[in-house]
């Protein structure tokens, strides 16, 4: 389980790492797009994009589907939400920390304040 | 009534930032409203860091606290949660007085290195967090270990923190 789940964030953060495919993403966001689509707003051949496509499918990112002669492509939203979580709770974990340490340090500061009182009494 | 604690709470809070800086490092910061010596002393006197290590949206509790701060000192945290136990420790490498802390983590062999600098600027201290993992599998297992550790608790986050801005409103 906990293999599978490394395996997914492997992937995932791979197919993340390239700009076009961010791009390819934030587009598939907007509305789904054929291959021939894809490859035209991102000025590539039709192999290039077919391989963007590719690595963003099997990390889960993207599904497709093929209808005649058309494959299109639209976002596979579940993986990308377990991607955006992994960081969101890690993110979580050290807000929540951090909020307690700004009530530690307000707490030292008044200390400090009220004892530099006592010191020039 | 509601209006007001916010007004109250919104301004004085710092955003806190994670970035993936890479397969292998994990880096967070945040600015702290004091002096770099006061945010020092909150992360190496024990009285104070277990304050506010584990808030209770975590849903653990600190059993014990033990830091020995110094090069070559160790550390020593135990947890509950529910009825498990975990333990975290490790050793400090690098111990520089209100700038820069470094220690390893060394339940596994997986371990991570920590390093967190303290940046006075204005009377306010920028805090950079630097944690580097061995391998790009460890970091994924220790952020997949974290939202596991973590799970629902932190749909009650926003209640808790509530409760506890009352708590703090009272005192």
Sequence with gaps: MVQY???????????????????????LGRSDASITDLAEKFHMTLT????????????????????????????????????????EKYHQVWDSRFDELDKVVEELKRKEKIDGHKKRE | MDTRRESEVAPMKNRTTVERKSERELVVTRTFNGPARLVFEAWTKPELFRQWWVPKSMGMSLLSCEMDVRVGGRYRLEF?????????????????????????????????????????????????MHELYPSKEALDAAGTGAAD???????????????????LGRS
């Design chain 2, 80 to 128: 509950a949660h529910g009825d498990s136990q975990s333990a975290f420790f490790g050793t400090y490498k690098e111990v520089t007085p209100h700038s820069r802390l470094v220690w390893t983590n060394e339940e596994s062999d997986e371990g991570s290195v920590t390093t967190v600098t303290f940046a006075e600027k204005g009377g306010k201290t920028l805090l950079v």
């Design chain 1, 48 to 87: 290039g994009m077919k391989k963007h496509v590719g690595v963003l499918e099997r990390a889960g990112l993207v599904a497709t589907e093929k209808v005649g002669r058309v494959r299109t492509c639209k976002l596979g939203t579940r993986r990308f939400e377990e991607e955006t979580a992994w960081l």
């Design chain 1, 5 to 27: 789940a490394r395996a997914r964030l492997d992937a995932s953060f791979a197919a993340l790492s390239d700009a076009t495919r961010r791009g390819v993403l934030e587009q």
């Design chain 2, 149 to 167: 550790a973590m799970g629902e608790t932190f749909e009650q986050l926003d209640e808790l923190l509530v409760t506890l801005g009352a708590s």
